[in-house]
């Protein structure tokens, strides 16, 4: 089997279009437009590169912006009243601290500091026992992503085999209680995962998260899985993704490629979550 492949480019094209429009709608409506906060504490080049992408989207569905670029050495309690400052803004409708950020700063206290009604990421413990409870909360947009390209192909979830490689809490964890919303079967491997093999075997639906280039090869597949690359490896400068994509893509019905598969649609539902945010705001008040 050749695998056809999942165009992120158009999926999240798709969705920018609609949420542009709403925008517009919404804009004339409430006399203002959703808005989202990045903020970014130093110059880790990567995430510069996406936080840059998530405010240029912004501006071209017709958010507001709201731009932070912190000093590496940012004290920990000044990020914290920043956050604060974001919370207490009512323009703003989300709120995104990029990660990783550096040692000193403690990162489960930055995100719990953050609104649960502005974690436009997802990673609040409200959203996080919300998501696993089954609420409509505000879901980790990775793995939101995900699930909105198979809807778009029209893969049906119901009933398959769900294999997860990675059980990170950006990815791995949520795509896992989303997965098993939809009413998939759930493994979710990881570094001591025995018989490995074995395991992404059985999957009909293979998602590769644990940031190791071209780690699943075509030995790991089974015939006509549906394969997932969450990956965004840099090797000698070029983007590559956790699959070894050519000999993958002959075993495989379906495929994301890297770059142009799942990256695209983080930002996109980043755009939805903040518009989601921004609803829920207006309307609670
Ligand atoms: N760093 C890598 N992925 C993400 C993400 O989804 N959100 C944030 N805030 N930082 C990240």
């Known amino acids: 089997m050749t695998a056809k492949i999942i165009d992120g480019k158009k999926v999240s094209a798709s969705i920018l279009e609609k949420l542009t429009q709403q925008t517009k709608d919404l804009k004339k409506q409430?006399?203002?437009?959703?808005?989202?906060?990045?903020?970014?504490?130093?110059?880790?080049?990567?995430?510069?590169?996406?936080?840059?992408?998530?405010n240029k989207r912004c501006k071209e569905i017709g958010f507001q912006s709201f731009e932070q670029i912190l000093p590496a050495d940012i004290p920990e309690t000044e990020l914290l009243q920043l956050v604060e400052n974001l919370n207490k803004n009512p323009d703003v409708d989300g709120i995104l601290v990029q990660l990783p950020l550096p040692n000193h700063i403690r990162s489960e206290l930055i995100l719990e500091a953050i609104l649960p009604e502005?974690?436009?990421?997802?990673?609040?413990?409200?959203?996080?026992?919300?998501?696993a409870s089954g609420k409509n909360v505000l879901c980790p947009c990775t793995p939101s992503g995900v699930i909105q390209m198979l809807d778009y192909y029209e893969i049906s979830i119901e009933g398959k085999n769900a294999v997860i490689l990675g059980r990170s809490n950006i990815v791995?964890?949520?795509?896992?209680?989303?997965?098993?919303?939809?009413?998939?079967?759930?493994?979710?491997?990881h570094s001591r995962t025995k018989n490995l093999e074995e395991v992404t075997s059985s999957a009909d639906l293979l998602i590769a998260a644990i940031g190791k280039p071209n780690y699943v090869t075509a030995n790991m597949v089974?015939?006509?899985a549906v394969v997932i690359d969450v990956g965004i490896n840099r090797v000698d400068g070029k983007l590559t993704g956790d699959v070894d994509f050519g000999p993958v893509a002959e075993k495989a019905s379906y495929i994301t490629p890297v770059p142009g598969g799942v990256g695209p649609m983080t930002i996109a539902m980043l755009m939805s979550n903040t518009l989601k945010a921004f609803k829920a705001r207006v309307n609670a008040e």
């Open 30 to 54: 409430f006399g203002r437009a959703p808005g989202l906060a990045t903020v970014l504490v130093g110059e880790d080049p990567a995430s510069q590169v996406y936080v840059r992408n998530k």
């Open 118 to 131: 502005k974690d436009v990421d997802g990673f609040h413990p409200v959203n996080v026992g919300g998501l």
């Open 172 to 189: 791995g964890k949520p795509q896992a209680f989303l997965l098993l919303h939809r009413n998939a079967t759930i493994t979710i491997c």
């Open 222 to 224: 089974k015939e006509g």
